[in-house]
């Protein structure tokens, strides 16, 4: 559930915003009750809001009543520079790795305390996987995501290790020792590696992109097949990297 509260005092800016924080991967489509409910809001509040966006375009209704985010949403969130520099970088590059090797390729940046996927490749061919454009991936079981904690700094670490190190798999690293070593390592290779922690079947190698300052700008990776010879990837994945970053800044 979304968590938002209907409370005294609270603005149309933050009901509003309330209404949209409802909508994530695993709720695309909502109820006008689902949306009320996840929000914190009045039924009539909810319907009231979701009508001043619907106007403005920032949601949409589906056929059988539910609604989505809007096209309007979408080309505002485009603008975002982060996100829209580092695609136009990285798209090139993604492309070269997915015809090389027909897996998934992942672009993520740093969201909170965990991995923000802006950007994916893939194909029926490829694994199954549970990333999505715009969904979050956990920054200990994915090779992105180590990629990108290796290089955030002792705070990010503590944040994430204090708030517990879910399991997903028989393979997770679910020990703070165990993970800050691995990190070492990515810090001195500058390549990362899941060995089905995240999915079963699925393993990982992914690349940081650094800025100039080696402040971690993103995080590149290849999802596939667990019978995938990861290191015949590295290089390819290593290699994009690099070229992303001297692009993005």
Known sequence: MAGRTNAPGQSVSQRLLAVLDTFDVAHP?????EVATR?????????????ELRAWGGLERLGDGRYHIGM???????LAPRQRGLREAALPYMHDLFQATQENIQLTVLEGTQALCIEKIS???????????????????????KALLAFSGEELFSSVTEAGLARMTPHTITQPGRLAAALAEVRTSHV?????????????????????NGRVLAALGIVAHSRAALDRLTPAVRTAALGIARWAT
């Open 29 to 33: 489509a909502l109820t006008l009750t």
């Open 39 to 51: 929000s914190g809001l009045p039924v009539s509040t909810a319907r009231r809001l979701i009508n």
């Open 72 to 78: 309007r949403l979408w080309t505002v969130g485009a």
């Open 123 to 145: 194909s029926t061919k490829a694994v199954p996987t549970l990333t999505h454009i715009g969904g979050r991936l956990p920054l200990h079981a994915t090779g992105v995501g």
């Open 192 to 212: 990362a590696y899941s060995y089905e922690e995240m999915t079963l079947g699925a393993v990982s190698v992914a690349a940081p992109v650094l800025g100039l």
